[in-house]
């Protein structure tokens, strides 16, 4: 799924089995009124979750494109991501992060964090863990006892992207500093270190793990200046940049799909 200009969102079959949904309106509750903020999806059930700024989180069948629960906030979410079970939501706001369960015909808050202006948030491939940036740093909690894990700081500017890699035990950051860094989320530590100078990182992907001959990390960008002839998508595992492809376009997400990574 990716983020549309419009008040709808662009859902494509990306293992090439079904047919290609793009820029379809969403239905069932409505859609959504203004920018669409975030936009996650469910690892294991066919589902969605949507936050924006006409101040909804709204929950999508992704087989139908049928919104199923809507939540009225009070102030605008700023980004949301989707337990990979399907039964929390974390979203961000100005004062606090959020959770919310998620039940049969309802979207309820569950509790309250203290992390504020939260821009990107997303749970662990097992769900037992959350990461969310606020600011320069981002916090890793406990998801079933709300417990703050550890802080990350060494960004200079603001990180952009963060995935988890297999086995939760490492989390990679991107942001507009130039910096991909991948941290051990226990002891803190940076295990590997790129930084680019006059370059800024928008999005990352990655592939393999840690623990299974390595971790292969793709990171999008562009110069400092976003000038459209300096954007590129960098092959940069374990720090040192491997492989750079050149366009005209910036790239603002880098999806891998399940088969033929």
């Known amino acids: 799924p990716a983020v549309s200009p419009a008040s709808a969102a662009a859902v494509a079959d990306v293992d090439g089995v079904g047919p290609v949904l793009s820029l379809l309106p969403l239905t069932g509750l409505g859609t959504h009124h203004g920018a669409i903020n975030a936009l996650d999806a469910c690892a294991t059930k066919p589902l969605l979750v949507s936050c924006g700024a006409d101040c909804t989180i709204r929950v999508w069948d992704s087989s139908t494109l049928e919104c199923l629960l809507l939540k009225q906030t009070a102030v ?69 006892s709300l417990e703050l894990l550890s802080t990350l700081s060494g960004h200079l500017g603001l990180p952009r992207s963060i995935h988890w890699a297999e086995g939760d035990h490492e989390l990679v950051s991107a942001g507009d500093d130039g910096a991909v860094f991948t941290w051990n989320v226990r002891t803190r530590e940076r295990v590997h270190e790129h930084v680019a100078r006059g370059r800024q990182y928008c999005a990352i992907a990655l592939d393999g793990s840690p623990e299974q001959g390595g971790l292969a990390i793709a990171a999008a960008g562009s110069s400092s200046s976003q000038a459209a002839e300096d954007c590129f998508i960098r092959h940069i595992p374990e720090g040192a940049i491997v492989s750079e492809a050149i366009g005209e376009q910036r790239v603002t997400q880098l999806p891998i799909s399940a088969v033929d990574r």
Do not use: Q, W, Y
């Open 76 to 144: 605008e979410p700023l980004s949301a991501s989707m337990h990979p079970m399907g039964i929390f939501i974390a979203a961000g706001f100005g004062d606090k992060l959020r959770l919310f369960d998620v039940l049969f015909n309802d979207i309820r808050l569950a509790a309250e964090l203290d992390a504020k202006g939260v821009t990107v948030c997303r749970f662990s491939h097992s769900g037992h863990l959350l990461a969310a940036i606020s600011g320069t740093t981002i916090h890793i909690f406990v998801v079933h």
